[in-house]
C-alpha cells in the first residue's frame, strides 16, 4: 500500500532515537514507508530500536562531528539516499541559574543543541540533499521563544536551533525543506523531573487537557518530512496541548514553572542553583 504521506522508499536519519520522541519518530517513519536510520549514545538502546523497529543504527554522540560523518555514510551506504534529517538529540544541562553555569557545559549544550543539527545538514546537503532535494525536522520546544526557571542554557540553545531552522530554510530553499516542530511537556525521560509528581495538576493547567505522548510529536514531525507539507519551509509547529494559549483558559499558575524551580534532572549538579 502506498503511504499517503509520500515516505515510501525515502531514507531518514533521526538522532536521539533509542526513546521518547526520537523512537517514536522512527517509529512513525517506517509505519509510512521510509528507511531509517538511527543514532544515540547508548549503544544497546540503538541495537534496540533498530531491531524492533527494523532501522539500521550506529551509536554514537552528534557532538563529535566524525560520527555525523559516519552516520551519513552508513545512510548513504545502506540505502543510496538521504531524504529526511531528523534533529531531535537534545541535551537540558546544564540546568539551574546562568550566573552558576559552567561555560564549558553551557557550550556542550550547544554543541549538542545547535551545532550538531548544523554539522549533520551540512553532511547530508554535501551527500545527497544538495543534488536531489529533500526535508529536514529539527525538534526544538515551546520554551524557545520565552523564559522559564533553571532552563537558561536549554532555552537560548533552542532559540538558536529555532533561527538556524529559519535561516537554513532560507539558505537551502528550494531544494531542501527546513522546519522545526517545538513540543510542550512530553511524557519522556527528559522531561520526567517535571511530570512524574503530580501529572494530574499540570494537565488540569493545559487547555488540552493532558500533557503530550511522544506518538503526538512524531505525527507532527514524519507531516512536515513528507510531501504533504511540500510548500512549507521554515516553520515552527507548535505541538503543546494549548501551553502557549494557557492564559486565557485558566486563570492558575503555570505547573510546569512550578516544577522547573523546585525539581530538577537527576543528573543534575544541585549545589549549582
Ligand atoms: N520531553 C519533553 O517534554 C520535551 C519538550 C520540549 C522539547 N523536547 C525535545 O524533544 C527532543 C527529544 O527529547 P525526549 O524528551 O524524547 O528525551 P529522551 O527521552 O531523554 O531521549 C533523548 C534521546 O537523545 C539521545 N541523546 C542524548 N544526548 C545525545 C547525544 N549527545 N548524542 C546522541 N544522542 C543523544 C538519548 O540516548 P542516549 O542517552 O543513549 O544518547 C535518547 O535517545 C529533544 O530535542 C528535546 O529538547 C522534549
Excluded at 516542530?181 to 509528581?197: I, N
Aim: net charge negative.
Amino acid at each position: 500500500m502506498t503511504s499517503p504521506y509520500g515516505l515510501t522508499g525515502r531514507a531518514a536519519i533521526v538522532t536521539g532515537a533509542s526513546r521518547g520522541i526520537g523512537r517514536a519518530v522512527t517509529e512513525a517513519l517506517v509505519r509510512a514507508g521510509a528507511r531509517v536510520c538511527v543514532t544515540a549514545r547508548d549503544p544497546g538502546g540503538v541495537s534496540q530500536v533498530a531491531e524492533e523497529l527494523g532501522a539500521v543504527g550506529l551509536a554514537g554522540s552528534v557532538a563529535e562531528p566524525a560520527h555525523l560523518r559516519a552516520l551519513t555514510e552508513l545512510t548513504l551506504c545502506e540505502f543510496g539516499r538521504i531524504d529526511v534529517v531528523v534533529n531531535n538529540a537534545a541535551t537540558n544541562e546544564p540546568y539551574g541559574p546562568l550566573m552558576d553555569a559552567d561555560p564549558d557545559r553551557w557550550r556542550e549544550a550547544f554543541t549538542v543543541n545547535v551545532e550538531a543539527p548544523l554539522r549533520l545538514v551540512q553532511c547530508a546537503w554535501r551527500a545527497w540533499m544538495g543534488e536531489h532535494g529533500g526535508a529536514v525536522v529539527n525538534v526544538c520546544t515551546e520554551g524557545a521563544t520565552h523564559v522559564g526557571p533553571n532552563v537558561g542554557a536549554y532555552g537560548t540553545s533552542k532559540a538558536a536551533l529555532l533561527h538556524l531552522t529559519q535561516q537554513l530554510a532560507g539558505e537551502l530553499a528550494p531544494k531542501v525543506r527546513v522546519n522545526s516542530v517545538s513540543p510542550g511537556l512530553v511524557r519522556t525521560e527528559m522531561a520526567r523531573f517535571v511530570w512524574e509528581r503530580g501529572e494530574d495538576e499540570v494537565a488540569a493547567g493545559l487547555p488540552l487537557g493532558r500533557i503530550g505522548e511522544p506518538e503526538d510529536i512524531a505525527r507532527a514531525v514524519v507531516w512536515l518530512a513528507s510531501d504533504a507539507a511540500e510548500w512549507i519551509t521554515g516553520a515552527d509547529l507548535l505541538v503543546d496541548g494549548g501551553t502557549r494559549v494557557r492564559a486565557a483558559h485558566t486563570a492558575t499558575a503555570y505547573a510546569v514553572h512550578e516544577r522547573l524551580r523546585s525539581q530538577a534532572p537527576p543528573d543534575a549538579d544541585s549545589s549549582a542553583y
